[in-house]
């Protein structure tokens, strides 16, 4: 139980606190000064391939394991998704035992938790999101993170190749985006979003993939998000359900008290 107790300590701790942690992001700056003389794409076929290979679905399940690294400390857990396209994404977190920790859902607009070790619940914007990642991503960007999809990230006219054989391009004013691409399977395996303005980055390697119904979907990603603190999310998808009529059940107890 203590271990389960620190889980929430840590998964918590990072969400209400982030400032910025400079000396993580000087070497992302670094890079992208690196990668500061853009070579202009002439050639786009890549990008028609990319949004080719999106999985496409309407509500889909996914049953996994988490680790998340904190502060020289892991734990792991099990955690199930649930994504109705462009509406919510569910997601309940459980200890190895199948005890659940944390119960949450995403909407367009608002972020709720439920922590049920400390009987506690949470309710927050969106815009939330970017205290985690340093980015404002929309609700579809993040959707797309999780499957491992592109084309709610790329603007065509807005990418160039970099110098150290990838992509890149503008998010926002302060924001940029690199990228690499896995030739083969037409798919997204490494991108960094580094935000020069509030010294954040979020940075997704995706490790493997398996196809399904002729497109590939992630097995294994890694995600690190660097605030005032460095998490690291390990994610493993072990089994994947689609297009079936699904539930997301989210109701917080009348017992359970408020937190900012």
Known sequence: ????????????????????????????????????APVAIKDTTFL???NESDFVFNEISINGKLAISFENDEQKSNITFRIKKDSVIW?????????????ASITQDSIYFINRLEKEYSIKPFS???SITGVHLQFSQLQALLLGNSNSWL???????DSIGGYKMSLSENVCLNFKIDDKIN?????KAVNLADSKMLELRYLKFQKLNSKYLPTEIICTAITNKQLKFELGYDKFTFDENMNY????????????
Request: charged share 25%.
């Open 1 to 36: 139980m203590l271990n389960k107790i620190k889980f929430i300590v840590v998964f918590i701790s990072f969400l209400v606190g982030c400032k910025s942690k400079k000396e993580f992001i000087e070497s992302a700056k670094k890079d992208q000064m690196k990668s500061a």
């Open 48 to 50: 028609k391939l990319l």
């Open 91 to 103: 997601l309940s977190i459980r200890a190895i035992a199948g005890i659940e920790i944390i119960r």
């Open 128 to 130: 939330f999101i970017y």
């Open 155 to 161: 603007n065509s006219s807005n990418i160039t190749n």
């Open 187 to 191: 798919k997204i395996d490494a991108l």
């Open 249 to 260: 059940p989210f109701t917080i107890p009348a017992k359970y008290k408020h937190v900012e």
